[in-house]
């Protein structure tokens, strides 16, 4: 393991608005100018460098991860030493501003690889719950923070879950929705190594993104998503895929000695169950990895059970889950698998 390098594992930011015009409702908080967005983002330390959207939302891949904006809904995600709990008050003023209030708000991260170089409010689990409790108006008052833990000493899943009556009078009518965020390490060498550019290649981020998408499988995970890729130079890859009203992303960071990739996605527990098999499976098979832990966040149905079933397969060995309930209803399942190679 490398004493230091980049960091891979994400940060993850949920949050929910709500507001009474009608009007704004239909784009909402997808009104912000992009100077705004800059502007929060400045505060995180990242930059835009692709941007696509579509009828429902935006998605802008950054330097470090992703963003997509809803109407009522921002899910921002940023990894290396990001300050990412920075962005929660200017994103609700600027939310305020448009006549939205904050309803609830959902913190999610795994174990850091290199965490001695985080800055603060992420030097720990600890300073990010009173960050988060500080930050947040009072009206989010039924809140939970809790680590998920697992038989692998590096892998745990860091949750801190906060909403208001709103969502707790809503508890019977359960989202429909889910997500699927999957961390992987110690990534096939051989498959890392399609993340690296070529010395002078000619091409920039945009076009060397594409590429690697091809020669990855990556753009055959889910074909009816238009993707936008983005290569790092000399080495990373970040993807957003939108298809309809959902998302997809994807994050390499190829670099042996601390090799990482995460895909998260989401889906309705109406779908055809083997429907997110086979995406699981053909996401996992790109980086082949020795480690993969996976987190499922939703109200109560066992789309859990679809994550082994795509995964074990792959040579991979169950090892631990563990399950906690959170405010609204929401539980989050939290699975690891190693290689059978090991």
């Not at 949920?14 to 997808?30: A, K």
Request: charge should be negative; hydrophobic fraction near 35%.
């Amino acid at each position: 393991m490398a004493v230091s390098g980049f960091e891979g594992f994400e940060k993850r930011l949920e949050l929910h608005f709500s507001g009474d015009d009608p009007v704004i409702g239909n784009m909402g908080l997808r009104l912000l100018d992009f100077e705004s967005l800059e502007k929060v983002l400045h505060a995180v330390q990242c930059t835009v460098v692709s941007a696509v959207g579509n009828q429902y939302f935006d998605s802008y891949v950054l330097s470090e991860s992703s963003l997509f904006v809803y109407p009522t809904k921002i899910i921002i995600k940023t990894c290396g030493t990001t300050q990412l709990l920075k962005s929660i008050r200017p994103l609700i003023h600027h939310a305020c501003t448009l006549g939205l209030m904050i309803c609830s708000c959902r913190y999610t991260r795994g174990n850091f690889i290199f965490p001695k170089a985080q800055p603060y409010p992420h030097t720990s689990f600890k300073e990010e719950i009173i960050f988060l409790e500080n930050n947040l108006p009072n009206n989010l008052y039924y809140r939970k923070a809790s680590v998920l833990p697992s038989k692998l000493s590096t892998h745990s899943w860091h949750v801190f879950s906060a909403c208001d009556e709103s969502h707790i009078l809503m508890q019977n009518m359960p989202d429909e929705l889910y997500t699927i965020e999957v961390c992987m390490t110690e990534l096939d060498r051989v498959l890392a190594g399609k993340f690296f550019r070529r010395p002078n290649d000619g091409k920039n981020g945009d076009s060397a993104g594409k590429e690697m998408s091809e020669i990855t499988g990556i753009g055959d995970i889910n074909p009816n998503a238009l993707i936008c890729d983005f290569a790092f130079d000399p080495c990373g890859y970040s993807m957003n895929g939108i298809a309809g009203d959902r998302y997809s992303t994807i994050h390499v960071t190829p670099e042996d000695g601390f090799s990482y990739a995460s895909f998260e996605c989401v889906g309705s527990i109406y779908d055809d169950p083997d429907n997110i098999v086979e995406v699981l499976k053909k996401a996992v098979q790109v980086f082949r990895p020795g480690t993969i832990s996976v987190s499922t966040t939703c109200t109560g149905h066992k789309v859990w059970k679809c994550v082994t079933k795509a995964i074990e397969p792959l040579g991979m060995k169950f090892r631990s889950c563990t399950m906690d309930e959170f405010p609204a209803t929401e539980s989050v399942v939290f699975q690891t698998f190693t290689s059978r190679r090991k």
